[in-house]
């Protein structure tokens, strides 16, 4: 089932998309044990986070979760473009700090690698986790019965969609749905500033378009809901956006357009909650959710994954990031 054979534990994370890894890796590197569980690998291979703000590689970094990743784009903030014919609104991050971007499923993949090298770090793939009260989970491979874990500490950061790992007792926010993500990847294209995301307003919803690798890059179209099923139809997303895109980028969107499909994700709000009320810790997306525009979700979840680690409790840990999702939470609405 999994690399150790221990039914004890100081922290099982379930879930090991980036807020999972980091989370194992913040403990590891405080001396805790830790059981680092997936259920679903392939998951990866989804249109999802691949933007990393410099406070969210910096987490990364230190913990040594980026060591050897060949891919990705060193970015040094944003380019707005307001459709206003006087050029792009550069918004640079302070100097010396740099992000990151990269494709999400090699960005996952070796995320999990290297968390899984961690010394303290067991690495479980292929298996369903569920809490039992706050100190259990089970464990469970098809065609197994389960087995029980105990842990000081079970952290859920299974991304948006495993509120039921967390059962009945999950903070019941509500959850806002606003729009549709069409997510198209152009090659041979180059974009107006390099090293930055593009914002391109003017369309019927904003656009981000940043690079992940040295030949490709990623355009994130922001579909209004009236339009879901018009927009299914690509000839609609090049009518409707095609003005506003950068002169470089249009004859690389006009035939990625006519021979990939595009990738589609629901954008939805909900605030920010870290904890339930048997005692297991939220982090990344199952906490809470913003809009994708403000490339928000990996570095969320990576400083989510500090601040737990770094509590001295659940009350504290929940106290101290409510407080300082507040103004990220509130620029994304």
Known sequence: MCSSDLSTYDTVVIGAGPAGCATAACFAARGASV???E?????????AGEWIHPEGARVLNEHGLLEGLDSGVTTAGFAVFPNDGLGPIRLDYPVGATGLTCEHETLVTHMRRRAAEL???DYAEGVRAQPVGGDGVDLSVRGRGPKRVLAELVVVAAGRSSRDVVSQDAAPEAQ????LMAGLIVTNSQLPCEGYGHVLVGGPGPVLVYRIDEGRIRLCFDVPRANRRSARAPEWIWRSFAE???HPLRAGVQ?????????????????RCYRTESGVALVGDVAGIFHPLTALGITMSVLDAEALAEAPSLTEYATRRASQSYIPELLSN
């Open 119 to 121: 010394p303290g770090v």
């Open 255 to 271: 035939a990625a357009l006519s021979r990939a499909p595009l990738s589609w994700a629901a954008i939805a709000f909900r605030p």
């Open 39 to 47: 259920s679903n690998p392939n998951a990866a291979k989804r249109f």
């Open 244 to 246: 506003v895109l950068p």
């Open 35 to 37: 059981l680092l569980v």
């Open 176 to 179: 806002v749905s606003i729009s």
